[in-house]
């Protein structure tokens, strides 16, 4: 489980080696120092939350971040932010990402990123996140994410303490009761400069779906806007985008009742009116089993 602690930072960005404050997840493995190990903690109902940190490779030789997880959401991703004509984007990175001899690599708001996708609880202020991280030459090294309070900008200092040796991880509990993978709902994280969604498609197999949508700012605060409208569309299968609003069930949460009436490859875009004159306008694919 999370454990509850209270706990003690920009774009993924490559800068000569420095020695910053000690923080109470710092780690060492090998020639890697990682500190500032820390997360935000999630809107009600949100199911995605960014984890950020920093990699000091203090060794002669480049190493490589390939991927990450934790036991507490379903997938987590390594991602990247960009500006692609005039649109901030977000996309993972399947290679990694890799840390020169002697420089340090920070993940943090607004840039680079680890992304936990389909967390199995809220993530609170004082939560410590078990996560591992596996490198190419290093291999599994275990670090926790302090949860600090929402919309953060970084983590709090404290005093540099001796880590012990990570605790054995409890064991899982039970599954659940046995749940059709068609039944399961399809869950995507929508990014744009000015706001995200976390978007989930239950059930996740063709035919009538609710599309659930919890909207977020670029702080990860709950973003409150005019309208949203939802468009479907199957261009793969010739099935014509259709576009449906959106019913205002909570300051930041839509839900809309739509058909996707073949399984396969699907397009979603949502259209957010944050106000009269400011719109934002993501699409992402889905897929329906």
Request: proline letters at 9%; hydrophobic letters at 45%.
């Amino acid at each position: 489980m999370i454990s509850s602690k209270r706990a003690f930072a920009g774009a993924v960005a490559l800068t000569c080696l420095v020695w910053p404050p000690a923080f109470a997840a710092d780690r060492t493995s090998g020639d890697l120092v990682i500190t500032r190990a820390w997360s935000r903690a999630t809107p009600g109902g949100a199911k995605v939350a960014g984890g950020y940190l920093t990699i000091e490779n203090r060794g002669a030789a480049p190493e490589r971040l390939k991927t990450a997880s934790t036991a507490h959401a379903l997938r987590t991703e390594i991602h990247e932010m960009a500006v692609n004509g005039g649109v901030m984007t977000m996309r993972p990175l399947v290679d990694g990402l890799v840390i020169a001899p002697g420089q340090s690599l920070s993940l943090a708001p607004g840039g680079g990123h680890l992304m936990f996708i389909g967390l199995d609880a809220p993530l609170r202020v004082g939560d410590q996140v078990p996560v591992t991280l596996s490198f190419e030459h290093a291999g599994e090294v275990k670090v926790t994410l302090d949860v600090q309070a929402i919309g953060a900008q970084a983590p709090e200092k404290t005093e540099r303490t001796e880590i012990a040796p990570p605790a054995p991880r409890p064991e899982p509990a039970a599954p659940p009761a046995m749940v059709s993978e068609a039944d399961e709902s399809f869950f995507t994280h929508l990014h744009a400069e000015k706001a995200m969604a976390n978007v989930t498609v239950s059930p996740g197999r063709a035919g009538p779906v609710e599309i659930a949508i919890q909207l977020e700012d670029a702080n990860e605060l709950p973003l409150s806007a005019d309208a949203v409208a939802v468009t479907l569309g199957n261009p793969e299968h010739g099935v014509a985008p259709v576009t449906a609003n959106a019913e205002r069930i909570g300051n930041d949460q839509w839900r809309v009742r739509m058909s996707a009436p073949l399984s396969g490859r699907w397009s979603l875009g949502l259209d957010i009116r944050i106000t009269p004159s400011d719109a934002v306008n993501v699409v992402s694919p889905i897929l329906l089993r």
